[in-house]
C-alpha cells in the first residue's frame, strides 16, 4: 500500500511530515554546546504551552505515566496523604500509582462521564484542618471518558478552604490541544507526553513544576533515581540531562512547538474546537449517547460513543480496522465493550475527521446498527461548510 490512513485514536496521534523528518538525525554528540543551544530555549518555548512563566519545564524519557512517577516521588514523602477522584482509567491510575508509592489516598467516586468533583474536594479540604493532605490531584481531560474537567474549579476549591496542598494536574491529553493556564490556575505540576497534542512518538514525559513543588523535594522522602527531578533540573539548566537523551524525540518537539507557535495555540485550541464540534454533531445524528453526561464537559480532543444495548464496541473497532485500516480508540474499564472514542487531536482536519466519521459510520452499517449511512457525515459536513473559514488563515 502507498500509504495508510490517519488514526483516530486519542494518542498516539498522527505525526505531521515536518516533524518525522525533523526526528530523523545522525548521532550528534549530546555533551557538545550546540546541543544546549537548542535544548535550552525549547524549555523556554513550552513555557508558553503551558501558559506559564513562574514554572519550570523539564523532560524525562518516558511517558506520561513516567511523568506521574516523577511529580509524585519527587514532592511526597510515604504515608502522606493525597486527594483525587476516580472517574475513568486514567485518573484510576493514577490513584494506583499513589498508593504503590505508600501515600494515602483519599478517592472519590465519581461516575464515569463525570468530571473532577471540585464540590466534594471542597468540603474534604475544609474538613482537613490540620492540612493532612499534601497534594490534590486532577485530570484535566479524562481520555477513557471524552471529559474535560474544569482545573479553575479545582483551585478555587483549596482557596475556599484556604488549603496550602499543591495541586498536580494531568494534562496528557489536553495540554497544545486546549487551552491550559498553569499560573492563572495555580497548578503545582502539569503533566504530559509527547505521542497527544505534541504530535510525536511516544517516549518523553514534559513537565512543568511550579516553585512551590520544587521547593517539596527537599524534604520529600519517596524513593526516586531515574525520575530524580533535582538531578534533571541542574543537568537541564546547564543544557545536558543527567543520562543520555533521546535526540530524535527532542529535534521533535521543538518542531512541534514551532508549528504549535506558527499556527498559534489561540487557533489551535480552535480548530480542535471546531472539529470536535463536528465529530459531535455526527453523533447526535446517530441518536448515539457520548460518555460525556453533560455539555459543559465534552472534550474537544476525545469523543466517547456509547453503543446501542446488544452492541459489542470492541468488535465495531476492530472491524473498523480489518476492513477499512481505520483506528479507534476501544473502551476502556468500566466502559469496555459499551463505548468507542474517536480522537481528534494533533495534527487533524477537518477533512480528516470526515474521513473518521464516514468509516465508523460504514462500520456500524456493516454490523447492523440501527442508523442510516451517510447521517453523521451529512451533520458533520453541514457543520464544517458553516463555519469553514479559509484554509489559508487557519494554517498561516
Ligand atoms: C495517554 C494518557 C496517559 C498515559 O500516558 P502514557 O504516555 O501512555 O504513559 C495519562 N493520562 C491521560 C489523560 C492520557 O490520555
Avoid at 494531568?170 to 505540576?189: C, E, K, N
Avoid at 448515539?288 to 472534550?299: C, D, G, K, N, Q
Avoid at 465495531?316 to 487531536?345: P, Q, T, W
Amino acid at each position: 500500500m502507498a500509504t495508510q490512513n490517519p488514526v483516530f485514536i486519542p494518542g498516539p496521534t498522527n505525526m505531521p511530515d515536518r516533524i518525522r523528518r525533523a526526528m530523523d538525525v545522525q548521532t550528534v554528540d549530546h555533551r557538545a554546546s550546540d546541543f544546549a543551544d537548542q535544548f535550552v530555549p525549547l524549555l523556554d518555548d513550552l513555557k508558553r504551552v503551558f501558559k506559564t512563566t513562574v514554572g519550570e519545564v523539564l523532560l524525562f524519557p518516558s511517558t506520561g505515566t513516567g511523568g506521574w512517577e516523577a511529580a509524585v516521588t519527587n514532592t511526597l514523602s510515604p504515608g502522606d496523604e493525597v486527594l483525587a477522584a476516580r472517574y475513568g482509567m486514567f485518573s484510576q491510575r493514577w490513584i494506583k500509582l499513589c498508593r504503590d508509592q505508600g501515600l494515602y489516598v483519599h478517592a472519590v467516586e465519581s461516575e464515569w462521564g463525570d468530571g473532577v468533583p471540585a464540590d466534594e474536594y471542597e468540603r474534604i479540604l475544609k474538613a482537613d484542618t490540620q492540612h493532612r493532605i499534601k497534594a490534590v490531584l486532577a485530570c484535566h481531560n479524562e481520555t477513557a471518558t471524552g471529559v474535560t474537567s474544569d482545573i479553575a474549579s479545582v483551585r478555587r476549591a483549596l482557596d475556599n478552604a484556604q488549603h496550602p496542598a499543591m495541586l498536580f494536574v494531568d494534562g496528557v491529553s489536553s495540554i497544545a490541544s486546549m487551552d491550559f493556564r498553569m499560573d492563572d490556575w495555580g497548578v503545582d505540576i502539569a503533566v504530559t507526553g509527547s505521542q497527544k497534542g505534541f504530535m510525536l512518538g511516544a517516549g518523553l514525559a514534559i513537565l512543568a513544576i511550579s516553585p512551590k513543588a520544587i521547593a517539596a523535594c527537599a524534604n520529600a522522602r519517596c524513593p526516586r533515581a531515574y525520575f530524580d527531578l533535582q538531578a534533571m533540573r541542574e543537568a537541564n539548566r546547564k543544557g545536558s540531562f543527567p543520562y543520555t537523551p533521546p535526540l530524535g524525540l527532542i529535534r521533535g518537539l521543538r518542531e512541534s512547538v514551532t508549528m504549535l507557535e506558527e499556527e498559534g495555540l489561540t487557533r489551535v485550541f480552535a480548530r480542535h474546537h471546531r472539529i470536535a464540534e463536528g465529530v459531535r454533531r455526527a453523533v447526535a445524528a446517530w441518536s448515539l449517547p457520548l460518555v460525556a453526561r453533560r455539555p459543559e464537559l465534552y472534550s474537544d480532543t476525545v469523543t466517547a460513543v456509547r453503543v446501542p444495548e446488544g452492541f459489542d464496541a470492541t468488535e465495531l473497532v476492530n472491524h473498523a480496522y480489518e476492513h477499512y485500516g481505520v483506528s479507534y480508540g476501544i473502551g476502556l474499564g468500566d466502559i469496555a465493550g459499551k463505548a468507542f472514542r474517536i480522537g481528534h487531536l494533533g495534527d487533524m482536519t477537518d477533512v480528516m475527521a470526515l474521513a473518521g466519521i464516514a468509516t465508523i459510520e460504514m462500520a456500524m452499517a456493516n454490523l447492523d446498527y440501527p442508523i442510516e449511512l451517510g447521517r453523521g457525515v451529512a451533520a458533520a459536513q453541514a457543520y464544517y461548510s458553516a463555519t469553514r473559514n479559509r484554509w489559508k488563515q487557519r494554517v498561516a
